[in-house]
């Protein structure tokens, strides 16, 4: 096979991509057939990337953060752009319903709450309590294989799909309040749902043949903090009141 010149970082290679940047070596002309190939590939094709990141950590988010953590990263979205991505989607969704309720409480004559910037923007909280939930999680767990950094990024990720939880939140009270009339924020089922996911996802991360008795109540004093925190930083901030 002779070899070919890379397009996009001008390597020679042999074979069907360039193995220093990934570039395909067969490129076509941009016509009506590559958008009826690449639409469809993009919506359905989920092996890869953001679609691929978000079911993983959807159907089993202990057994992908493992693969991630072990270095079998290509298939995956990077953290940070992960939980950009899914943040500023809960953004734009939770605050269009929630324009949506204010304007329904405007005609109705029902009162207004006034609320801080990050009872608005609870994916912003959220995105700032990572730190947080990192250093706890790592102190519950710092005889665990993983380091400080690594519960970082195991946050990031889990982070990240609590903004899932955010919107069905929303559309949840968005559909109380054309019922009863009221659109309060479900604290209880925020953190019910937070804790099983988080006490999951972490059991199938530390779970060893010798630690059942041990992990389980290192899971219960992590919830505790995680709960503690969270609550607490919510009450200050004006998300839920007291």
Not at 60 to 68: D, T
Request: some cysteine.
């Amino acid at each position: 096979m002779a070899a070919v010149e890379c397009k996009n970082c001008n390597s020679l290679f042999e074979g069907k991509f360039c193995p220093q940047c990934g570039q395909a070596a067969s490129t076509h002309r941009i016509n009506a057939l590559y958008f009826l190939h690449d639409i469809p590939h993009s919506v359905l094709h989920v092996d890869k990337g953001f679609p691929y990141t978000f079911y993983q950590l959807i159907k089993r988010p202990a057994a992908a953060l493992n693969e991630y953590l072990a270095g079998r990263r290509v298939s995956y979205d990077r953290p940070f752009s992960y939980v950009l991505i899914m943040s500023a989607i809960s953004v734009l969704i939770v605050s269009r319903i929630r324009s949506y309720i204010e304007n329904l409480q405007q005609h109705t004559g029902a009162p207004m709450h006034h609320t801080s910037f990050l009872s608005h923007y609870q994916a912003v909280f959220i995105f700032l309590m990572i730190p947080l939930a990192g250093a706890i999680t790592w102190l519950v767990f710092r005889k665990s294989k993983y380091n400080f950094w690594e519960h970082i990024l195991i946050n990031t990720y889990l982070a990240a799909q609590l903004n899932v939880l955010l919107v069905l939140i929303s559309v949840f009270s968005l559909l109380k309040y054309l019922i009863t009339g009221s659109a309060g924020y479900s604290i209880t089922v925020f953190m019910t749902v937070f804790m099983v996911y988080y006490s999951l996802t972490f059991a199938g991360l530390m779970k060893t043949k010798k630690n059942g008795f041990t992990l389980g109540l290192k899971l219960g004093i992590m919830c505790f903090l995680l709960a503690s925190v969270y609550i607490t930083a919510m009450i200050f901030e004006g998300i839920v009141e007291v």
